[in-house]
């Protein structure tokens, strides 16, 4: 091997595990896109119904568009405002994912259709009643919690 090989990285490149690496967004490696391989002719996964492009010309629902030009309709904005009320008392800027499914919860959400989601077997649907308890109160009486401060466990 001469000095030149030894210090080109591109000597080593393997094109085929570049091309896997392409396929699979999830690998944990970095695609090197100068090797040619288009991701736009790559054959997608299978659709989760999360796609933000909805095909040529169409790349946002009403419901998104409207709420990124600032005119949100009352869910949207109670949400916004729950959220902000949640980062107030807790003094958190960013809310944990466990946090935003507590607020969607006590702002009255319930799982009670199925998902129009595709998730690929990684997670179970289930359904509950209506009218079930958030199950995020801690309450004795199951009486509605005010969203209040979170004592830190030291």
């Known amino acids: ?3 030149d090989e030894s210090t080109n990285p591109s000597s080593e490149f393997d094109p085929h595990a570049a091309e896997l690496h392409a396929i699979d967004p999830r690998s944990d490696s970095v695609v090197d896109r100068r090797v040619g391989i288009d991701r736009r002719l790559v054959e997608p996964l ?51 994912w466990t946090d935003v499914l507590e607020i969607v919860r006590k702002l009255g959400y319930r799982k009670t259709m199925a998902s129009e989601l595709n998730l690929g077997g990684r997670a179970e649907d289930w359904h509950e009643r209506a009218d079930a308890p958030s199950n995020t109160t801690h309450s004795d009486d199951g009486t509605a919690v005010e969203i209040t401060p979170r004592r830190r466990v030291a």
Do not use: W
């Open 1 to 3: 091997m001469s000095h």
């Open 46 to 96: 299978e659709p989760t119904n999360l796609e933000r492009r909805r095909g040529p010309g169409r790349r946002l629902s009403d419901f998104v568009r409207d709420a990124e030009e600032g005119e949100m309709n009352k869910e949207q904005f109670m949400f916004l405002m729950a959220i902000d009320a949640f980062k107030r008392v807790n003094g958190k800027t960013f809310p944990s």
